[in-house]
């Protein structure tokens, strides 16, 4: 499978890009504020726009005033059935898989499969849909043994390698977020329109744009993403420094 093959070559470049210390842009020594209510349309998860790497940092606001911020691979996709194959598209081509006895076979290559299994219950259907599938195999490296993927009712397949995980906290005022990692803040204006997080470093001015998981790909009956789409996109900045 491309996108598997496409992963496990990704493995070396994470490893130089997570190697150094981290760093925050739009830092400030201005303190949080207290107290603020936090817009309950910000918590949870945005993930950033598909990069030439297929890596990024996914953010995660909780409403307890933390947060965490993953950075790793970002391979989704759209899916369509045909029979029993489940085809999934991205911007390298199409891969293959199938359902087999509550476990997911995608098909490798040359000739080669990968098992997935998932935890969750099967929540209706034949049980694809909405559950985390993780890849079962004791042979493989870290972290692609960290490899999962979710299906979505309306075709979207997300699939994830998470590399680095950083937790820090956060704070809303007005329409100003301040994020703080390991004793250094990042101030940004913010603004949230539908599935779109808009962020604006207070010190740079540069911004950065997040989305829901799986609302930076097409429509279910659109065509793939193609590659240069994808790299004629600008790279983000990122103020945990992931």
């Known amino acids: 499978m491309?996108?598997?093959t496409f992963i496990l070559l990704s493995l070396a470049l994470i490893s130089l890009l997570c190697s150094g210390p981290a760093h925050a842009t739009g830092t400030s020594d201005r303190a949080p504020s207290v107290g603020a209510e936090v817009p309950r349309e910000l918590l949870g998860t945005w993930d950033p726009p598909p990069s030439r790497s297929g890596m990024g940092s996914t953010y995660e606001f909780h409403a307890d005033g933390s947060m965490t911020v993953t950075f790793g691979v970002i391979a989704?996709?759209?899916?369509?059935?045909?029979?029993d194959r489940i085809l999934v598209e991205s911007w390298d081509g199409t891969s293959e898989c199938r359902l087999e006895d509550d476990a997911l076979i995608h098909v490798?290559?040359?000739?080669?499969?990968m098992r997935f299994v998932?935890?969750?219950?099967?929540?209706?259907?034949?049980?694809?849909?909405?559950?985390?599938?993780?890849?079962?195999?004791?042979?493989?490296?870290e972290p692609v043994d960290k490899m999962y993927q979710v299906f979505t009712a309306d075709g979207k397949m997300l699939m994830r390698?998470?590399?680095?995980?950083?937790?820090?906290?956060?704070?809303?005022?007005?329409?100003?977020?301040v994020m703080e990692f390991a004793g250094r803040k990042s101030v940004s204006e913010f603004r949230i329109d539908g599935v779109t997080l808009v962020l604006t470093s207070?010190?740079?001015g540069k911004?950065?744009?997040?989305?829901?998981?799986?609302q930076w790909l097409p429509g279910p009956n659109e065509a793939g993403r193609s590659r240069e789409e994808v790299d004629a996109r600008a790279e983000q900045p990122d103020p945990a420094g992931l």
Do not use: N
């Not at 989704?76 to 029979?83: F, L, P, S, T, V």
């Open 2 to 4: 491309k996108r598997i």
């Open 76 to 83: 989704d996709g759209i899916y369509r059935r045909q029979g």
């Open 108 to 113: 490798a290559e040359p000739g080669g499969t």
């Open 118 to 141: 998932s935890d969750d219950p099967a929540s209706g259907g034949d049980g694809l849909i909405d559950r985390r599938w993780r890849a079962e195999s004791s042979a493989l490296p």
């Open 161 to 177: 390698i998470p590399f680095q995980t950083q937790t820090g906290t956060y704070s809303v005022d007005g329409d100003t977020l």
């Open 202 to 204: 207070e010190d740079a």
């Open 207 to 214: 911004t950065m744009t997040l989305k829901r998981p799986g």
